[in-house]
């Protein structure tokens, strides 16, 4: 066993040996030893006269130890990360690789849907004009010029708030300006 595990109890002054326990390999390297910190723990009380075994800082084996157990736990942390963001990554390529196939097929099919689409709203828009001129035609002179005066009215109310509200929007245009 390795000396530099023997410490002494400061009331009977017996040898304890910490590792001695349960530890049937003789690290050269305590390091190597993978159940070290329950060992140590286990042999914080001399078994002869039962007082806790006093000792002034942890012997540097014991710190390498905790040193190396937090670099562990950290390199795992590490290592999950690395592995959450693969993975991340690894989800993020898949939706490109279903985008660009659904692009691609989208590319196929778009002129033929876009020309369908065109066509549709050119006959829907030569029914309503043939709709808007049978309802013309059914007008007498009295309703038709009702109509166009309200027609005339309508444009003329959209062009004054077109204008009032082309004024609003250069009036906040410059006091950005000027905030600036």
């Known amino acids: 066993m390795c000396k ?11 040898l304890i040996d910490r590792l001695s326990s349960k530890c049937d390999y003789d690290p050269r390297n305590i390091l ?14 001399c078994e ?3 007082e ?5 800082k942890d012997h540097s084996f014991i710190a390498r130890w905790r040193e190396f157990k937090a670099q562990l736990e950290a390199l795992k942390k590490v290592i999950i990360e690395r592995c959450e963001h ?24 778009q002129p033929k849907v876009l020309e369908k689409a065109i066509q549709k709203a050119h006959e829907k828009e030569m ?7 049978a309802y013309l035609e059914t007008l ?14 309508a444009r003329e109310k959209a062009h004054e708030k077109a204008i009032i509200d082309q004024r609003k929007y250069q009036a ?9």
Do not use: P
């Open 52 to 56: 806790a075994c006093a000792f002034k």
């Open 140 to 153: 007498d002179e009295g309703q038709l010029e009702a109509l166009h005066k309200a027609q005339q009215e």
């Open 86 to 109: 693969k993975a991340k990554l690894r989800a993020i390529e898949k939706e490109q690789r279903e985008c660009k196939a659904h692009l691609k097929t989208l590319e196929r099919a």
């Open 127 to 133: 029914i309503e004009r043939r709709k808007y001129k």
């Open 172 to 180: 906040l245009l410059e006091e950005f300006e000027r905030g600036w």
């Open 32 to 45: 190597e030893c993978m159940n070290l910190e329950e060992r140590v723990s286990r042999a914080m009380y």
């Open 4 to 14: 530099i595990t023997y410490y002494a109890c400061g009331c009977c002054e017996k």
């Open 48 to 50: 002869s006269c039962g």
